[in-house]
């Protein structure tokens, strides 16, 4: 079955505007996650949708938002752009349950300039 | 809170050596533990998994034992390849509903 979908795949913004990202998970998967990559953070937990509802949230200024439709695709949006917000967007998604496995898109690289 | 901590990178060997990459984490209650493995320019894929103590994860030649005694998940391959160089990340997530926390992924590279 198809993987993780994740458009575009590289992105370059002037600081100030806004864009958005977006994730179609893998087929009856109704878990998607968000997680920003950086060399000097690392991977960081941005805010997960489940059944179009946001369920968990890191810590991430509200210029991140995001939003799932009822097919589970997801968007995520950042306004007001910052040269630190260039990293690797990472979407995943995964069924429910304890023992749930995330399944990552190859994700979208966004550079700020 | 809950964290992970793997071993500072970049670890380089030389073909058919034997790799071990340290993780230790601190969680409250019992997470699942993971190992993800990230090639140039892609995504995260998930390389093994433990949900409880004394499980022990494997795929491709690659073993880590969920140790709840000394919170650690280490990765371990008897004989590495040059195709195995990559970052590897070590994660756990508590709950079904929580997400997952990264350690700061350690870089290998084989040398042929």
């Known amino acids: 079955k198809a993987g993780v979908t994740q458009t575009p795949r590289y992105l370059i913004k002037t600081r100030g505007q806004q864009v958005t990202l977006s994730c179609s998970p893998i087929?009856?998967?109704?878990?998607v996650s968000w997680y920003q990559q950086t060399p000097g953070q690392g991977l960081q937990f941005l805010f997960e949708y489940f059944s179009e509802t946001q369920r968990n949230k890191g810590n991430f200024p509200g210029r991140f938002s995001g939003r799932q439709f009822s097919n589970s695709r997801s968007e995520m949006n950042v306004s007001t752009l910052e040269l630190g917000d260039s990293a690797l967007y990472l979407c995943a998604s995964s069924l429910v349950g304890r023992d749930l496995e995330a399944f990552f898109g190859q994700g979208t690289r966004l550079t700020v300039v | 809170g809950n964290s992970v901590t793997q071993m500072e990178g970049p670890v380089t060997l030389s073909e058919e050596a034997f790799l071990t990459i340290n993780c230790t984490y601190t969680a409250t209650g019992y997470p699942s533990l993971f190992w993800y493995v990230q090639y140039p320019g892609e995504g995260l894929q998930l390389l093994l998994k433990?949900?409880?103590?004394?499980d022990k994860g494997s795929n491709k030649g690659f073993e880590a034992t969920y140790r709840k005694e000394t919170t650690s998940f280490h990765l371990e391959k008897g004989s590495v390849q040059v195709s195995d160089s990559a970052v590897y990340f070590c994660?756990?997530?508590?709950?079904?509903?929580?997400?997952?926390?990264f350690g700061k992924g350690t870089k290998l590279s084989v040398k042929p």
């Open positions: 433990a949900t409880k103590a004394d």
């Open positions: 994660a756990l997530i508590r709950g079904s509903q929580g997400n997952l926390i």
């Open positions: 087929s009856g998967h109704r878990s």
